[in-house]
């Protein structure tokens, strides 16, 4: 049997908020819009994808400390961070000039 553990989501991701930018482009684009979806699902398993490894290691901790979760994903040129506040309450994705 494959390792269950693996698969199961950490945290409660909340509410999910887009800012305007990611609204649209996911309304624009079903290619985008699938990369958002696919980005939350590695979020919330604990892939926290082009983070720099000290914010590997903070998210890591943050994790066991219910503090704030940080995630960067790249398409192409294109970055999107998902944020997960410290109560779960809320998860939002946007882009880095959005923030």
Known sequence: M???KANEEKFEL???IMTRGIADRTIDDKNFA????????RHVHGDWGDVSEVDRQENE???KEGLRLFSVYQLKEEKIWI???ADRATTTVSF???Y
């Open 34 to 41: 699938s990369f958002v979806i696919e980005s939350l699902i």
């Open 83 to 85: 944020i997960t506040e």
């Open 61 to 63: 901790i943050s994790l």
């Open 96 to 98: 880095p000039g959005e």
């Open 14 to 16: 909340g509410k999910i």
């Open 2 to 4: 494959a390792d269950l």
